[in-house]
């Protein structure tokens, strides 16, 4: 009996608990609709700068868990490139995970994959979900 209603208990705080987020990630850079700020949350849900959450879509929150899984290595290292060029940087991105801290430029030599869909993955975000034009 007192293992049920322990196990009630545990259920009722889980239901009212918040969903955890996967990632945010900053976006700065020179021009109009540059910044961008973008809290991807497990729940199938996506803050843009700042508002009220809106849904990903199915396919978007997949897409965010498995690119969140894909970026926790390098997260965990903390690895940060430094952006090139000062004339050939369009974008700066700053990303937060549970794992930690990734950093890079669209202008950063050797720019992983894993950070390529990341950018390419806020693009989408922004102008699909949130409406922006950039």
């Given amino acids: 009996m007192r293992a049920a209603v322990g196990a009630l208990a545990l ?15 900053a976006r700065t850079g020179e021009g109009a609709g540059a910044k961008l700020s973008l809290v991807v949350s497990d729940d199938g849900t996506v803050r843009c700068d700042g508002k009220a959450p809106v849904p990903l879509g199915a396919q978007r929150l997949l897409d965010a868990r498995e690119l969140a899984r894909d970026l926790g290595k390098q997260a965990a ?23 930690g801290r990734i950093a890079f430029a669209d202008s950063s030599r050797g720019i992983p994959p894993t950070y390529q869909r990341l950018a390419a993955f806020s693009r989408e975000v922004s102008k699909a979900v949130c409406r922006r034009r950039r």
Avoid: H, I, K, M
Avoid at 11 to 25: E, H, I, M, Q, Y
């Fill in 77 to 99: 290292l903390g690895l940060e490139l430094e952006p090139g060029r000062a004339q050939d940087t369009t974008f700066r991105y700053v990303a937060d995970l549970e794992a």
């Fill in 11 to 25: 259920l009722a705080t889980a239901c009212g608990s918040p969903s955890a987020d996967l990632f945010s990630v």
